[in-house]
T-cell receptor
Framework: AQSVAQPEDQVNVAEGNPLTVKCTYSVSGNPYLFWYVQYPNRGLQFLLKYITGDNLVKGSYGFEAEFNKSQTSFHLKKPSALVSDSALYFCAVRGGEMDSSYKLIFGSGTRLLVRP | NAGVTQTPKFRVLKTGQSMTLLCAQDMNHEYMYWYRQDPGMGLRLIHYSVGEGTTAKGEVPDGYNVSRLKKQNFLLGLESAAPSQTSVYFC???????????????FGPGTRLTVL
């Protein structure tokens, strides 16, 4: 069964420092991976996705994610954090290569807190 | 272009009452989804639909029913609400793509439901 794990409930970083939010996955077949962000009292917003190709994927708001097949990881990164990046981040994996419904399986979420 | 909208935004029910949550999208998306979000558990799929007139069960379907009579609308019903259904409910939609390029899901702002 497909699953995704976000091992950190919260990540704290100072403004201007690089940030990493971790995600590992387990899928059968090729992994299709996503990152979403949720600001307080809002719905989820798409950040980026990995389908195939370059292992470094660039997305919205200066975020990028590195796909590592051998470590089954898809960590979210940003070179210089902003206070406005503080939010809840979700990693998600598509529910199987043969699943034509594009169902997503979400991790439990990681709260990012960027202090001034 | 409003994207994905949900009504109502908030609702308080008593145990045993029924209600319907409405999701509407104006992007002509084929696929629509209902999720619930609970603390520390990420988002879990309740039901989904791959087209008008079709629905299917997700990860946590018990106690919920859905209907997709029109392509732009996806209704989630609770026939007899229980305190365990206290949650934040999110609707999402996405394109279907014959080339199997995965398109991201677009989320609504959520409905906060409390069952007393």
């Amino acid at each position: 069964a497909q699953s995704v794990a976000q091992p950190e409930d919260q990540v704290n970083v100072a403004e201007g420092n690089p940030l990493t939010v971790k995600c590992t996955y387990s899928v059968s077949g090729n992994p299709y991976l996503f990152w979403y962000v949720q600001y307080p009292n809002r719905g989820l917003q798409f950040l980026l996705k990995y389908i195939t190709g370059d292992n470094l994927v660039k997305g919205s708001y200066g975020f990028e994610a590195e796909f590592n097949k051998s470590q089954t990881s898809f960590h979210l990164k940003k070179p210089s954090a902003l206070v406005s990046d503080s939010a809840l981040y979700f990693c998600a994996v598509r529910g199987g290569e043969m699943d034509s419904s594009y169902k997503l399986i979400f991790g439990s979420g990681t709260r990012l807190l960027v202090r001034p | 272009n409003a994207g994905v909208t949900q009504t109502p935004k908030f609702r308080v029910l008593k145990t045993g009452q029924s209600m319907t949550l409405l999701c509407a999208q104006d992007m002509n998306h084929e696929y629509m989804y209902w999720y619930r979000q609970d603390p520390g558990m990420g988002l879990r799929l309740i039901h989904y639909s791959v087209g008008e007139g079709t629905t299917a069960k997700g990860e946590v379907p018990d106690g919920y029913n859905v209907s997709r009579l029109k392509k732009q609308n996806f209704l989630l019903g609770l026939e007899s609400a229980a305190p365990s259904q206290t949650s934040v409910y999110f609707c999402a939609s996405s394109y279907s793509n014959p080339d199997l390029q995965l398109n991201e899901q677009f989320f609504g702002p959520g409905t906060r439901l409390t069952v007393l």
